[in-house]
């Protein structure tokens, strides 16, 4: 029986960063060690330290394929599966293929080879990941129509972040060995901003960190990992407070990054009034206006319920309005926050001194 090769995937916050050279290097390397090792698809756009890394590696030529006219090259899938290397380094990910090539996008034929038994070393950019493409609209202005799925980076052997500082990013720029000279001035204004290389920057070292840590809690128990992402939980009740709290545990979120969701525990036997529906109502409304998930179940048990979803969704941050119970029942009974403080050791609890009226 075949086995399916392995896929190694090289990401970067833009062009320039060096994906394609730390690519090369790699596969230098392994040939050295034994690897059969062909370039399938490589750009190197000119850039001459790309350019001398090919050297040494077979590279398997391009098909042509005539499009309205216009003869056009691809990468020859069929060729590679023929040769049948060990590896093959597959450049830009989220290509699309010319119209009428056997599959549409690039990644498709990567994912054919890789059924394959031959294992494939890939580069991309973070704002082609499909999940990213809103967000990247909205920090650079730029729509990125080559989108690859977000299983690609889940099911992949291998994630590797090539990371440079946005000030070295720029200084290449400056140097020629990203873009032609005539093309700098438009690109430092436009998408190579200072502002929008930060952003990309940390969009991709946090993509990746996530995916580290979904590999982590699907290989290991999860009382042995440690949460990378910032993840916030805010308790709702039908005290007014609840909506403070949530505009509090969002401020919160957004300062971290985090992904923030809100929990209502409900008394299985206990009816809400009218005016405590529109309520909780009103709390969902303003979560999901935050772009957080609303969570709403029902149990006796508070502390329990609370724990067990902070545990399920990896939650950091709880943000928890203090007890509104009178002095003497807490004394009596304890209060649900002493009751979380006990079981979330691990999860740092914000307790919000809030009116209630």
């Not at 030529?61 to 023929?82: F, H, Q, W």
């Not at 720029?173 to 000279?181: A, C, N, S």
């Not at 930060?198 to 990992?225: F, G, K, M, P, Q």
Request: hydrophobic share 40%; charged share 25%.
């Amino acid at each position: 029986m075949r086995h399916s090769g392995k896929h190694k995937i090289f990401v970067g916050m833009a062009a320039g960063v060096g994906k394609t050279f730390k690519m090369l290097e790699e596969a230098h390397s392994l040939k050295q060690e034994g690897t059969d090792v062909v370039i399938g698809l490589l750009e190197t756009h000119g850039r001459k330290e790309t350019a001398d890394k090919v050297s040494g590696l077979e590279i398997i030529p391009r098909k042509e394929i005539t499009y309205n006219g216009v003869c056009l090259s691809e990468m020859d899938t069929e060729a590679i599966l023929l040769r049948r290397p060990d590896l093959v380094l597959i450049d830009e990910l989220a290509h699309t293929n010319v119209p009428g090539s056997l599959r549409e996008k690039r990644y498709q034929d990567v994912e054919y080879i890789l059924a394959q038994g031959i294992d494939v070393y890939s580069t991309v950019n973070i704002q082609h990941l499909e999940s990213l493409n809103d967000l990247v609209a909205k920090i650079t202005g730029v729509v990125v129509n080559e989108r690859i799925p977000n299983y690609l980076l889940e099911q992949s052997d291998e994630v590797v972040v090539v990371d440079v500082t946005p000030e070295t990013l720029e200084e290449r720029l400056l140097e020629g060995k990203i873009y032609p000279p005539n093309q700098v001035d438009r690109a430092l204004l436009n998408f190579f901003q200072r502002r929008n290389l930060i952003a990309l920057r940390e969009l991709s070292l946090r993509e990746v960190a996530d995916n580290v840590e979904e590999e982590a809690y699907e290989n290991v128990a999860t009382s042995l990992v440690c949460n990378i992402r910032e993840r916030v939980l805010v308790c709702v009740s039908t005290y007014p407070n609840a909506l403070q709290l949530i505009r509090r545990a969002y401020r919160l979120a957004n300062y971290m990054h985090a992904p923030l969701y809100g929990l209502y525990v409900e008394d299985p036997d206990r009816f809400l009034s009218k005016q405590e529906s529109l309520h909780i109502e009103s709390c969902k409304h303003l979560l999901n206006e935050f772009g957080g998930e609303f969570l709403r179940l029902a149990d006796y048990n508070k502390a329990k319920t609370i724990a067990l979803t902070a545990h399920q969704h990896r939650i950091t941050q709880i943000v928890i309005g203090e007890t509104q119970q009178p002095r003497w029942k807490v004394f009596l009974k304890g209060s649900l926050i002493q009751e979380l403080l006990k079981s979330l050791k691990d999860i740092d609890i914000h307790i919000i001194a809030t009116s209630n009226k």
